[in-house]
């Protein structure tokens, strides 16, 4: 059942230990929120467990197999996707085009072929993805025009063509109507059906809805970890986080 552990894992910036001995261990399937203060090392860790940061020390395993020296692309290939904290996307090609990019190269590693972009088999993929998004309307749409909330969503469809084992989300509510986070709720849920999230999230309600488990970091460090009901209840996690 496990996925994903990471063995006392540490980055110092100079004097800084942004993230000190975090051993994390991810099962298949869940969906694992990360929460704590602004500085608490929560992105720094994510970005050690994708590869787009080096660890200081420690180690990061994937499906039994040590990754902590590989490459984030590598990493990508080998089902760990990680959309980012600030949007990334192709702001001057479609909604279609970003989504069929990613399709392609997951299409590449499985089959060796590579798909041109009118074929059927691509444009009833990507359609597919931006559908489970909500973004079947806005397919031909340049991504540049998209509102803020929608390149969220944008990006998260560009992380689901990549066919992720598992998918990590830097604050993906942020930006979004009401009725969005509802909708990107019952997402999240559909897609713990095949591949575990990994989701830094301020939005307490969220966590409390849709995570089965919570770490709680402040200062690098893990402070706590349980359900929703015992952080909730944590009285270390009510005094550091929400300052009561």
Not at 48 to 69: H, L, N, V, Y
Not at 98 to 113: E, F, I, K, P
Not at 131 to 152: E, I, K, M, P, W
Not at 184 to 209: G, K, Q, S, Y
Request: proline fraction near 3%.
């Amino acid at each position: 059942m496990t996925l994903l552990v990471t063995s006392e894992l540490s980055r110092r910036f100079g004097g800084l230990n942004a993230v000190d001995q975090v051993s994390l261990v991810l099962d298949r399937g869940e969906i694992r929120a990360i929460i704590g203060p602004n500085g608490a090392g929560k992105t720094t860790l994510v970005s050690m467990i994708c590869g787009r940061i080096a660890p200081s020390s420690g180690g990061i395993a994937f499906e039994d197999q040590d990754i902590t020296g590989m490459r984030p692309w590598h990493r990508v290939r080998h089902g760990i996707v990680y959309t980012f904290q600030i949007t990334s996307i192709f702001g001057n090609l479609s909604c279609f085009d970003n989504v069929a990019l990613a399709a392609q190269r997951s299409d590449t590693w499985a089959t060796g072929r590579w798909w041109p972009r009118g074929h059927g088999h691509l444009a009833e993929t990507v359609l597919a993805v931006l559908n489970r998004v909500g973004l079947s309307g806005r397919a031909a749409a340049r991504a540049s025009t998209l509102s803020y909330g929608h390149q969220r969503l944008l990006e998260v469809a560009i992380g689901l063509a990549l066919k992720p084992k598992l998918l990590i989300l830097d604050e993906p509510t942020q930006g979004l109507a009401e009725d969005e986070i509802v909708s990107f709720c019952a997402l999240t849920r559909d897609i713990a059906r095949e591949a575990t999230v990994l989701l830094i999230e301020h939005n307490m309600p969220v966590v409390m809805e849709i995570a089965d488990r919570v770490t709680v970091m402040e200062n690098g460090r893990i402070l706590a970890e349980g359900s929703p009901a015992e952080i909730r209840a944590d009285a270390q996690v009510q005094k550091a986080y929400f300052g009561t």
